[in-house]
C-alpha cells in the first residue's frame, strides 16, 4: 500500500493510494463441474422459499446458469405418545414433524465459481436449515478407453459352414 501524490489542472493536488495485488497463477487447470446440485431441508417452508429466491437470484448474479429448482415431497414423521406414563391407553398425545425440501441444480461450473457461490450461500444459510451439495465432476477420457476395444483385438477368421 503506499500513497502518492499528483499535481493536475489548475494547481489540484490528488492523492492516490496503489495497491499492489497479488494474483496466483497455477499451471493446473481448473476443475469443471457439470452439475452441482444442492439439497435443501428444513422445517419452516416459508424460510425455504425465501432462501431458494435468494440461491437463485445469487446464481444469476454469478452468472451460473441455472437448470431446475424442484421440490421433493416433504417427509412427515409421527409420534404418539401416552398423556399418562401409568395408565389409561385411550388418552394419548401426538406429535408431528415435517421436513420440507428444496433441490436447486447448477450446471456447467468452473472449481474457482462453485467455491464462491458455495460459500456465499452457505454463510447466509438461516438457522434450522441444512445443505446437502453433490459436485458432478467432468473427467477427461483415459487413454486406454479412447481407442475403441474392436480395434485393438485381433482379428478373428469367419469359417464358413458347408450344408
Not at 38 to 67: C, M, N, R
Amino acid at each position: 500500500m503506499k500513497w502518492e501524490v499528483h499535481e493536475g489542472e489548475h494547481g489540484v493536488v490528488t492523492l492516490v493510494l496503489s495497491l499492489k495485488m497479488q494474483v496466483s497463477i497455477s499451471d493446473e487447470p481448473e476443475t469443471l463441474y457439470k452439475r452441482l446440485s444442492l439439497l435443501v431441508k428444513g422445517h419452516d417452508k416459508a424460510v425455504l422459499d425465501s432462501y431458494e429466491y435468494f440461491a437463485v437470484l445469487a446464481a444469476k448474479e454469478l452468472g451460473i446458469s441455472v437448470e431446475k429448482v424442484h421440490k421433493p415431497p416433504k417427509k412427515i414423521e409421527r409420534l404418539t405418545l401416552l398423556k399418562s406414563v401409568h395408565i389409561y391407553k385411550k388418552h394419548r398425545v401426538q406429535y408431528e414433524m415435517r421436513t420440507h425440501y428444496m433441490c436447486l441444480e447448477l450446471k456447467y461450473l468452473t472449481s474457482s465459481t462453485a467455491a464462491v457461490y458455495l460459500e456465499y450461500v452457505q454463510r447466509n444459510l438461516p438457522e434450522g436449515v441444512a445443505m446437502e451439495v453433490k459436485k458432478t465432476k467432468i473427467e477427461k477420457i483415459p487413454e486406454h478407453i479412447q481407442e475403441p476395444v474392436w480395434d485393438t483385438l485381433p482379428q478373428v477368421e469367419e469359417t464358413e459352414v458347408k450344408s
